[in-house]
C-alpha cells in the first residue's frame, strides 16, 4: 500500500510507463483515495509546460545581426 | 517541429551542402532564436550565450558534408550547441551546491504529505499567456537549482533531448539523469505552488 510520499516518489517512471503493473496498482489505489495527492499529480505534469513558456528566450536583433556578420567573416574565408 | 519545416530545412540543407551561402544563412536564421535561447538558459549569460550560437553555426557549417540527414537539422544543431553550452559551464567550474539544499513536498511521519497543494493550477499551462509575475518566479526558481538539476531539467523539459543524449553529454547514468529530474520538478512545482499561495 503507498503513501502520499511512495506516490510522488514514484511519478516520474509512472508518468513515463515504466512502473510494473503491481506498483502502478498500488499507485492507482493512493489515488483513488487521496485528493491532494490527485492535484499533485496534476501539478507535476503541468510544471514543465509552464516553466518551458516562462523560459522561452528570443535572440536580440543586434545579437542576430553579430551573428550574421561573424558567420560571413568566417565563410569567406574558407 | 512541423513535418514542413523539417522539409524545408532539407531542401536547404541539401543546398547549402552544394556550397549555396545563402540557403545556410536561411537555416541559420530559422534555428538561431532556439540556439541563443538554449544557450542564454544554461549559461544565464547573455555574451556567452551570443559566443556560443556563434560557435554552433560556425561548426555545424563545418561539419554540414558529414550531416547525413538521419536526424533534423534542429535537433542536430540544438545538440551542439547543448555540448557547447556544456563545455562552457565544466570550464567555468561553477560550483554545485548539494541537492539538500532542494525545495520539495513536506511530508508526515506517516508519509502523508503534510500541506496539501495550494490548488489544482495545472489549467493554467494551458493558457496562452504567462503571466509576467509567474515567468518572473519560474525563471528565479530555475537559476536557483543546483548546477547539475538545472543542466538536466533544462536539456529534458525544456530543450527536448533524450535521457540517453543528457546521460552521454552531462557524463552521468540514465537513472541518475531522471533522479535529478524529478527533484528539479518537485522543486520548481513547489516555487510555482508558492507562487499560487501569495497571489
Same mark, same amino acid.
Given at each position: 500500500m503507498f503513501n502520499c510520499k511512495d506516490s510522488i516518489d514514484s511519478l516520474l517512471p509512472f508518468l513515463e510507463g515504466e512502473m510494473s503493473p503491481e506498483? @502502478?496498482?498500488h499507485l492507482r489505489v493512493h489515488l483513488n483515495g487521496c485528493p491532494p495527492c490527485v @492535484? #499533485? $499529480? /496534476?501539478?507535476?505534469?503541468?510544471?514543465?509546460g509552464l516553466c518551458r513558456k516562462a523560459l522561452v528566450k528570443s535572440m536580440p536583433p543586434e545579437v542576430a545581426g553579430r551573428l550574421r556578420a561573424f558567420l560571413r567573416a568566417k565563410l569567406e574565408t574558407k | 517541429m512541423t513535418d514542413v519545416t523539417?522539409?524545408?530545412?532539407?531542401? !536547404?540543407?541539401?543546398? +547549402?551542402?552544394a556550397g549555396d551561402m545563402s540557403? #545556410? &544563412?536561411a537555416l541559420v536564421a530559422r534555428h538561431e532564436d532556439k540556439v541563443y535561447g538554449l544557450a542564454l538558459r544554461m549559461t544565464r549569460s547573455e555574451a556567452d550565450a551570443a559566443e556560443i550560437t556563434q560557435d554552433? #553555426? !560556425?561548426s555545424a557549417y563545418q561539419h554540414l558534408a558529414e550531416f547525413r540527414g538521419e536526424a533534423a537539422f534542429g535537433s542536430w544543431v540544438h545538440r551542439i550547441a547543448a555540448n557547447n553550452a556544456l563545455m562552457r559551464l565544466r570550464r567555468q567550474k561553477v560550483l554545485?551546491? $548539494?541537492?539538500?539544499?532542494? +525545495? =520539495?513536498? &513536506? #511530508?508526515?511521519? /506517516? =508519509?502523508? !504529505?503534510a500541506e496539501p497543494p495550494e490548488s489544482d493550477w495545472s489549467r493554467r499551462a494551458d493558457d496562452q499567456l504567462l503571466d509576467e509575475e509567474l515567468g518572473r518566479a519560474i525563471q528565479v526558481a530555475t537559476d536557483a537549482l543546483p548546477k547539475g538539476y538545472r543542466e538536466v531539467f533544462l536539456l529534458k523539459d525544456v530543450e527536448g533531448l533524450s535521457y540517453e543524449e543528457i546521460s552521454e553529454m552531462v =557524463?552521468?547514468?540514465v537513472p541518475a539523469v531522471k533522479s535529478r529530474l524529478h527533484r528539479a520538478r518537485l522543486a520548481l512545482r513547489e516555487a510555482i505552488d508558492a507562487f499560487y499561495k501569495e497571489v
Open positions: 506498483e @502502478e496498482e @492535484e #499533485f $499529480v /496534476r501539478t507535476y505534469r503541468a510544471t514543465s | 523539417v522539409q524545408d530545412d532539407r531542401e !536547404l540543407l541539401a543546398r +547549402a551542402q540557403a #545556410f &544563412e554552433t #553555426f !560556425l554545485d551546491i $548539494v541537492s539538500d539544499d532542494l +525545495a =520539495g513536498p &513536506e #511530508f508526515t511521519d /506517516r =508519509g502523508s !504529505l =557524463g552521468i547514468s
